[in-house]
């Protein structure tokens, strides 16, 4: 059985598309499915019950798979370490990100990455959280960043940045005004500008509000971080984001990050971002080298507000600086 043919069943897979799997190999939708069948005949058993609107697996499929992709994988991290004897790496990353993390954000790690590894590229894609995550699940991206990241046994979790969390609202809001922190308290009966209940930013919101006796009233819900400063510099209401996400209106003046004062000395509420991929998959070389940089990068990052002496802290017009690059 040739690593074309388990290349090519891997990819309908992922795809969940015989169209776009074959399409990925280069090789006509006819030939994708002949070679499926061709190991099903092999094997001797069903890998993909096509009786079913759209088609599964079966549960020998579903063992199949898996193992497949360790070969595959395993295969193309052999031919990419001996082409790399020979040449300069082509490798290029997969990278799947929520789309707070913004590409003029990312562009110094990637510059950094093309100077010092010569050849490689980074391909970013934009997605929800959950859609993050599944594609780290099945192999089509080599690596995520995300919010709020828990480990579990099918990812990989390491952290990255704690982005502070502040208070965001119009320069005439009242908060803007003032000469010390806001206690999340006071946001009560504030019109609350928020995420949308799927995401996990918005979970953890929630329960730092609830935890601090802040009862909001919601006035909308949105699944992205730019259409949440749009409804505040409409006047629509608050919002609580991270600080990093609203340099760019505060420099400019249209919007205020306003510190959120911590209680009774308790940390400062963070967002964490985090670079997750595939449990117990080995990393092809240069996908490392990009983990490290990334990593490298930020080893100093701290939220601004942690570090920040009191006078600072209390500050309600907060100057966005950070000790590295943010996202």
């Known amino acids: 059985m040739q690593v074309e043919a388990l290349s090519i069943f891997c990819d309908v897979v992922r795809f969940q598309s015989f169209s776009r799997g074959a399409l990925a190999n280069s090789v006509s939708q006819s030939a994708a499915s002949q070679t499926i069948r061709q190991i099903e005949k092999q094997l001797g058993t069903q890998l993909i019950d096509r009786s ?44 799947a990100s929520i789309y707070s993390i913004r590409r003029p954000d990312l562009s110094s790690y990637i510059n950094n990455f093309s100077r010092s590894v010569p050849g490689a590229s980074v391909n970013v894609q934009y997605m929800r959280p959950d859609e993050v995550c599944a594609n780290i699940k099945n192999g089509q991206s080599d690596l995520g960043l995300i919010s709020f990241a828990n480990p579990s046994r099918d990812l990989t979790v390491v952290p990255w940045q704690a982005q502070a969390m502040v208070i965001t609202c119009l320069p005439s809001h009242k908060f803007a005004q003032r000469s010390t922190a806001v206690g999340p308290w006071e946001l009560s009966g504030e019109p609350f500008i928020t995420f ?44 609580v984001l991270p600080q990093p996400s609203v340099r760019r209106e505060v420099q400019r003046e249209s919007l205020i ?71």
């Open 52 to 95: 079913k609107r759209p088609w599964q697996l079966t549960s020998e499929g579903q063992t199949f798979f898996k193992g497949c992709q360790e070969i595959v994988e395993r295969y193309h991290e052999l031919e990419e370490a001996v082409q790399r004897s020979q040449e300069p790496t082509t490798y290029t990353i997969r990278l």
């Open 196 to 239: 949308d209940r799927q995401l996990p930013i918005r979970r953890e919101l929630d329960r730092y509000l609830k935890r601090h006796g802040a009862d909001v009233s919601i006035v909308a819900e949105f699944d992205n971080i730019e259409n949440i400063k749009e409804a505040v510099e409409d006047g629509t209401g608050l919002a």
């Open 257 to 327: 990050a306003v510190s959120i004062d911590p209680l009774n000395g308790e940390a400062p509420f963070v967002r964490p971002l985090s670079i997750i991929y595939r449990r117990n998959r080995r990393l092809n070389p240069t996908v490392s080298k990009f983990v490290e940089l990334l990593r490298l990068a930020n080893i100093d990052y701290e939220p601004t507000l942690e570090k920040a002496a009191p006078s600072t802290r209390n500050r309600s017009k907060q100057k966005l600086v950070t000790t590295g690059p943010s996202s």
